[in-house]
Structures are given as structure tokens and as C-alpha cells.
């Protein structure tokens, strides 16, 4: 969509007393951006916002999220709208090539993704190389990264059709490279991926069958994954995308970006968030010890936090994790499960959204506070919810990496700082140093 620069923003340095215009730049939806590429150029002035809370880091027209009024669209389309009426390889068309696709594109598209599937042979050795108790998303920062060393023919990033190889090769051998880890992590033999499954079928299929029996694949586990992937598939400039943006922005090949994504996702702020929500809610046990868990969250000098709860972005309830909770029941319901951890869960979200702390810090449930149960209830151990996540969110790295790539504009990353070390000194030989 267009851009324009409308009005200018008017700075004054009080300290000497001139003014400088800079100009504004609105976009289609959302906040207008006061443009400091020149900044430091005219004033000898940099910003500072190591959080990045007020800060744009590229155009995009992937994602839009209004924080204030819980809101995610997707090239336009509500994520309410995807979840319920898309499958994922339509959103990941989507997010790839910017609409949803006509059953001619997508028939050729759902193509490309299947025949990318297969892992070089090799590669099954990496696995051999990891104890069996290594979390598998230290197995996937390893084997991703190991892709770099594989599909030369699709590393370099300035041939389009090159970028679209490594796209759907990325795109359809992370299914295959999660469930390898988590059959290395139980000791069971890796399944190779079956052309006539469907994405999510193919993920369950590869995690799930054994060869001493045929494996039934279940429409509740395949739709309840499949809805998974897509609210998991692209959320903005959240610190995976934007480590993928910045290692991108360096020229790296398009695995080595994924990797990075991989690491970051990890952190129990990030991605991690669903396993850490998972032990939560079984070290709270039970609803009688909500009240003191709520207390040790509210509590300054502990570092305890009520995880799946809070976002940098989202000041009202996530969308995603409406979706996930609607999709929680549906699933219980219909494999007859009753997890008593989902009875506590939103025991914990109605004691938490009444209590003053978390009403004025405007802390709702995020995407991650209910994707555990939910993940749980379709057999995935906690040590894969991750993956699953780095697993959907691949569709939107690679969308947001191909998107920094095709960029006119396109520059290195490369911020500054506020210096606060020691100013220049002389030095102290060892003989002198006391
Ligand atoms: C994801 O960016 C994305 O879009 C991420 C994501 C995606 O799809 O890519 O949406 C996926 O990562 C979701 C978030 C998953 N993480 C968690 O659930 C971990 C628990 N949440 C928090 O750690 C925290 O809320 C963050 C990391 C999510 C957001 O951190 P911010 O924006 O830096 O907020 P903050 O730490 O500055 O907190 C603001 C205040 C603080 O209190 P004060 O210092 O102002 O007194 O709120 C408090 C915090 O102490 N607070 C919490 C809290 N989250 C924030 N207090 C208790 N429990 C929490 N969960």
C-alpha cells in the first residue's frame, strides 16, 4: 500500500536554541512514523529506545496488530477470519505472496511446499551428534543452520529464483526437521514425509506413526494443528522477525537467518513462553494456590512472572489466544479429554483480569498462555511447543526476510548507543597495575 509524507515534526534543541523539521511519513493503518534517518546528520543527536517500544524498524505490509483494541490483520484479513476459515498453506501464500490464493495458485503452491519436504539423507547424521536428552530446539538451532551447508543452489539472496527455492525449501523442511528431533529425543525411527498428506497430516504423521502400525490420522489433531500454525505464522517485528531482518540485512543466506530467528524465538520471554506456562500451571497445581503465585507475579523483588501473560504490543486480550482458548474447549471436547490444568488456567486469567496489578499494567493472556494446554491435549511433550511455534513462524521469517530483501531501500542494520564508559585513558603496563 502507498505511503506519503504529509506533514513535518518541528524539534527544538533548547540548548541551542535551533530547530529542526523532520519529516512524517503515514502509513495505511496505524501510527504515523517521524522519519530520523537524518537525525544524527543535522543535529549530532541519536535516539535512544533500547526496547524498541517507540520505534519503527522497517515499512511493511505483511502484518498489522492494534494493540489497544486487541486487533491482528494478516495483508488485511483478520486473524479471526484466517483461523477459521483458511487452512495454513493459504496464509502462508498469503503472507508470501500477498493474497490469498485462487485453487489454481494454491493447488501449485500446496505442490512446491510438498516436493520440498525431504531432508538430504546426510543431514539424519547431524541428529547422531546430539545426546538424546538435548531440548529439540537446540537440535533445530543446529540442524536449520546445518542447511546453509547443503542448498548452495539456493543461497544467494540477489537471484529471485533462488530466494524462492530456499522459501519453500525452509518453509516445508521445518515439519521434518521437529518431528526427526523429537523421534531422536524418544528413540524412535524418524519418519520420511509422505507426499499425499497435507502439511499439518504430514506433521502429525512424521511425529507421530511408528512403523510397527498403520498411523490413523485424526481431522480433530490435523484441523487443531492447522489452526495452530496460523495464529503462530507472523506477528509484526517481534524479536525473532527482527533478528531475521537484521542477520538478512548483512547478506547472510536465507538458513542462516531462519537459524537466528530459531534462537531468539527460544527465550521464555519469546517463543519459550508456552513450555514455561505449561510448568507454571502444573507447579501451581491447584486453584487454591492461584492467590499466591498471582503474588509472587505482583511482587517487585520477585522475579516471577505469570507466564502467557502481558505483550509488548497488545494492551487488550491477544485475538490469537481467544482463538487458541475457543480451540482448547473444542478439542477436549471432542478427543473426550478433561485437563484440569485448562479449568486452571482460566480460573488464573478471571482471578488475574479482576485484579487491580494486571488491570493497570493492562496485562491480558497472549497467544502462549493457553497454546500449551491445547498442544498437551494433542500429544506434543512440553520440550516441543517451541519448535512448534518456530515450526509456523518459519512462514513469516522468511515472508518478512523476502520482503527486507526485495526492498529498494534496503540497508544493514546497524544501531548505535548512548557511551557511558570510561573516556579516553593512558595505558598501564602489567608491571604498574596495582
Ligand atoms: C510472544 O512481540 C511479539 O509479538 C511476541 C509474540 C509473537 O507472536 O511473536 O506475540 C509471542 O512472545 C508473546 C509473549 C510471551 N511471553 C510471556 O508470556 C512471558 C511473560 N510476559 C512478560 O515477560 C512480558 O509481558 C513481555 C516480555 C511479554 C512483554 O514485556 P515488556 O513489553 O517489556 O513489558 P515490561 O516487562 O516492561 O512489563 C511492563 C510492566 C512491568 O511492571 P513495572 O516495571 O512497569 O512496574 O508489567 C509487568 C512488568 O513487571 N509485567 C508483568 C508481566 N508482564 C509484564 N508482571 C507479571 N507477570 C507478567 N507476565
Redesign the pocket.
Known amino acids: 500500500m502507498s505511503k506519503k509524507n504529509t506533514e513535518t515534526f518541528t524539534l527544538i534543541d533548547n540548548s541551542s536554541g535551533k530547530s529542526f523539521e523532520l519529516p512524517v511519513i503515514k502509513g495505511s493503518l496505524g501510527p504515523s512514523v517521524i522519519d530520523v534517518r537524518k537525525l544524527y546528520a543535522q543535529t549530532g543527536y541519536f535516539t535512544y529506545d533500547p ?1 524498541f517500544n517507540s520505534t519503527g524498524s522497517c515499512e511493511s505490509n505483511l502484518t498489522y ?1 492494534d494493540g489497544d483494541i486487541g486487533r491482528l490483520l494478516h495483508r488485511g484479513y483478520s486473524i479471526e477470519d484466517l483461523a477459521e476459515k483458511s487452512d495454513f498453506m493459504d496464509v502462508a501464500h498469503l503472507l508470501l505472496n500477498g493474497d490469498l490464493p485462487t485453487p489454481k495458485q494454491k493447488k501449485s503452491f500446496v505442490h512446491d511446499v510438498t516436493y520440498h519436504t525431504m531432508l538430504n539423507e546426510q543431514l539424519a547424521n547431524f541428529y547422531r551428534g546430539f545426546r538424546r536428552d538435548a531440548h529439540p530446539m537446540a537440535i533445530m538451532c543446529g540442524v536449520v543452520g546445518g542447511l546453509s551447508a547443503f542448498y548452495h543452489d539456493s543461497t544467494d539472496i540477489y537471484d529471485a529464483h533462488q530466494r524462492m527455492v530456499a522459501s519453500f525449501r525452509l518453509i516445508a523442511k521445518m515439519p521434518t526437521i521437529a518431528a526427526m528431533a523429537y523421534k531422536y529425543s524418544i528413540g524412535q525411527p524418524f519418519n520420511y514425509p509422505r507426499n499425499d498428506l497435507s502439511y499439518a497430516e504430514n506433521f502429525l504423521y512424521m511425529m507421530f506413526a511408528v512403523p510397527a502400525e498403520e498411523y490413523i490420522i485424526s481431522s480433530v489433531m490435523t484441523q487443531a494443528i492447522d489452526r495452530i500454525l496460523i495464529l ?1 505464522a507472523d ?2 517485528q ?4 527482527s533478528t531475521v531482518r537484521l542477520a538478512g540485512s548483512s547478506g547472510a543466506n536465507p538458513f542462516a537467518c531462519i537459524a537466528a530467528g530459531v534462537a531468539a524465538l527460544w527465550g ?4 519459550g ?1 508456552n513450555e ?2 505449561l510448568k507454571m500451571l502444573e507447579e501451581i497445581g491447584q486453584k487454591e494456590n492461584i492467590p499466591k503465585f498471582i503474588k509472587y ?2 511482587d ?1 523483588n520477585d522475579p516471577f ?9 497488545y494492551k487488550n486480550y ?1 485475538p490469537r489466544a481467544k482463538v487458541m482458548q475457543k480451540t482448547c474447549h473444542e478439542v477436549l471436547k471432542e478427543l473426550n479429554l478433561n485437563d484440569p490444568l485448562l479449568e486452571l488456567a482460566m480460573e488464573m486469567e478471571k482471578i488475574a483480569l479482576s485484579d487491580p496489578y494486571f488491570v493497570e ?1 493492562k ?1 491480558f493472556p ?4 493457553y497454546s500449551g494446554i491445547l498442544l498437551k491435549a494433542l500429544g506434543f511433550p512440553t520440550s516441543m511447543f517451541t519448535v512448534l511455534f518456530a515450526v509456523a ?1 518459519t512462514v513469516g521469517w522468511v515472508a518478512q526476510w523476502k520482503e527486507m530483501i526485495e526492498d529498494p531501500g534496503q540497508r544493514i542494520g546497524r544501531p548505535r548507543q548512548l557511551y557511558t564508559g570510561h573516556p579516553e585513558r593512558d595505558y598501564i603496563p602489567l608491571e604498574k597495575r596495582r
Not at 268 to 271: E, I, S, T, V, Y
Not at 305 to 313: E, N
Not at 366 to 369: E, K, L, T
Request: no cysteine; hydrophobic share 40%.
Open positions: 526496547g496488530i503462530h506477528h509484526e517481534n524479536a525473532s522477525t521464555p520471554a519469546h517463543g513462553a514455561a506456562v507475579a505482583k517487585k512472572r505469570l507466564m502467557g501473560f502481558g505483550h509488548r504490543v491477544d499494567k496485562l497472549n497467544i502462549d498462555f513462524r
